[in-house]
């Protein structure tokens, strides 16, 4: 069994042997190659994404659906008269100003209040909050892809351990070459929304935009469709978990926090985090975990919250029976709307088979690797998207290039 990053290794030493310029914003396999963090967060320009820019929102904005956006205009239409009604909550960065809600009820399974997870409304899949596998860790990191990841990435793939990345939509077309070195390297990816602000007050056309073009920046530039999403800040309810549902989402929370997002703020320390990631393993030896595995939720957000997960990723390793991304855990063995893509169940990935590959990649490693740019270009142009709209338990077909709706037949 060929580990796929331990390949891209040995043909990026080959290629350093023979150029001293090898690090260059050309590819993914170059860009991995960078030390320098300010050189990583050089920033560069992607074919692929100079050329698509126009069909997404403002980076970093709150996403509203494009009028030219057909597919998304399709999408939206089959879903909307089924969204629940919900007001909005609050403001888009979460200021709870003039919020009038029943929070001892919490009639909407509302996070932000109390954490639920178990939806009041009915036929909605309840939030993954921990792992199936019990003394285990779901292992997964917010925010990414980040210029620097470099240090971080190198770090998992030396100890042959995947995690599960939530990306946000406006990063992943910021470092289209990071994004792609997450599929790159073996881990499974999710979304977490076009502009990172709070879920629970956008109105609901909007709020399907923010996961809408989040999926489609990681399709556009890694070539696959992800199933799942975390909230940013957890803030979800029923009306959220409805629309995220309906484009085929599954919504992953998580139970412990180690609050390195917080550092700098609110008078969080480093020390504090260091406390929170001590209290998760006092929490498994004091036997929380003895029936279902724990989720933390940590990030890729900047140089102390990865650095962080590397210095604490010994103790977690021998503390923790087993850390698996998140959809190991779950046997999820087709993590993407694509079926050529797969991960490894939960049994492979502990016997040692840890790779999330392409069927292609058992034959030839490279082949599993991330398109170059222009077949990225022509893929788009050729290949079907499916997207299950779960609310009518259908399948249709839309085609991304020009993003023409093919199969409008519900
Ligand atoms: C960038 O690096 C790749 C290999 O990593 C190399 O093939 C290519 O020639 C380099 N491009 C430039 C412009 O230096
Ligand atoms: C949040 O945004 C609202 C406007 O939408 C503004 O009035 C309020 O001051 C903001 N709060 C914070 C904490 O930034
Ligand atoms: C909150 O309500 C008060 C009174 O109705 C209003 O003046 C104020 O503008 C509201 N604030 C926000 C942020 O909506
Ligand atoms: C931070 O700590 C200082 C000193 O203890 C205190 O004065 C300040 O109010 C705290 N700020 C916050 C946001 O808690
Ligand atoms: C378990 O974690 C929670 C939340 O982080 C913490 O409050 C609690 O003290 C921990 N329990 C143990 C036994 O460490
Ligand atoms: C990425 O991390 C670097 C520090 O390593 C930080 O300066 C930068 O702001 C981060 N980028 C984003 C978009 O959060
Ligand atoms: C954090 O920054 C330091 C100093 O630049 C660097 O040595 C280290 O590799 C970085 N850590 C990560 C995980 O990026
Ligand atoms: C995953 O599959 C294994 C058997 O391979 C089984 O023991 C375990 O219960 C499954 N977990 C889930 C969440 O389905
Ligand atoms: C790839 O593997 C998946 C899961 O085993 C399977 O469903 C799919 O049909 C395979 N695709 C191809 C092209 O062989
Ligand atoms: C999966 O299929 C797509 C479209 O046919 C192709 O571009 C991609 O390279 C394939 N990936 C693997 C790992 O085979
Ligand atoms: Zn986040």
Redesign the pocket.
Known sequence: MVDLRAFKLFTAFAVVATSVFAQNHSSEQSEAQITDPNQECTTYSYPTVAQNIANFPTIWQPATLLASDSAGQALWSKIASGVPNIPPKG?????T?NVTYDSVNDPDCWWTIHQCTTPKLTGLPSDVASIPEPKSMGYAFDDGPNCTHNAFYNYLSSQNQKATMFYIGSNVLDWPLEAQRALADGHEICAHTWSHRYMTAFASQDAFAELWYSVKAIKLVTGVTPTCWRPPYGDVDDRIRYIANAMGLQTIIWKFDSNDWRVGTNNITAADVDADYGLFISNLTAGTFNGVGGIMLTHELNNFTMQEAVNWYPQLKSAFSHMVPIGVALNKTQPYVETNYSLPTFQQYISGQITAVGNASTTTPGASQSPSPSSATSNKKSSAVTIRVSSSGTWWTLLSAGMLLSGLLL
């Open positions: 403001q888009l960065n979460g200021s100003i």
